[in-house]
Nanobody, 122 residues
Framework: QVQLVESGGGLVQAGGSLRLSCAASGRTLSNYNMGWFRQAPGKEREFVAAISWLGIAYYADAVKGRFTISRDNAKITLYLQMNSLKPEDTAVYYC????????????????WGQGTQVTVSS
């Protein structure tokens, strides 16, 4: 099993910044992709950003130019730098880890953390 623990969420004013972290432990895959997803109240979980084992980054249109995803393979840690935050970014943010065989923007067979709340006030 793989355990994922997110941190770094909180309350911030619109225009502010937050940095999320996700630390992985337990059984690790030899090659894996990692990503961030979010779920707002009353909505389905949606893709935010992902980064492949080779370091290729993917972003949802809603966050392009504002969010930056990165990873530290030695520490098995994923990061999400969020700038110019908007009230519509308010959601619980989840970290996902999956085999490179899994679709990177959905990770249907991936491992998930418990989530961290991000609230952006207007």
């Amino acid at each position: 099993q793989v355990q994922l623990v997110e941190s770094g969420g909180g309350l911030v004013q619109a225009g502010g910044s937050l940095r999320l972290s996700c630390a992985a432990s337990g059984r690790t895959l030899s090659n894996y992709n990692m990503g961030w997803f979010r779920q707002a109240p009353g909505k389905e979980r949606e893709f935010v950003a992902a980064i492949s084992w080779l370091g290729i980054a993917y972003y949802a249109d809603a966050v392009k130019g504002r969010f930056t995803i990165s990873r530290d393979n030695a520490k098995i840690t994923l990061y999400l730098q969020m700038n110019s935050l908007k009230p519509e970014d308010t959601a619980v943010y989840y970290c996902g880890l999956a085999s490179t065989a899994d679709p990177i923007m959905t990770m249907p067979n991936g491992y998930w953390g418990q989530g961290t709340q991000v609230t952006v006030s207007s």
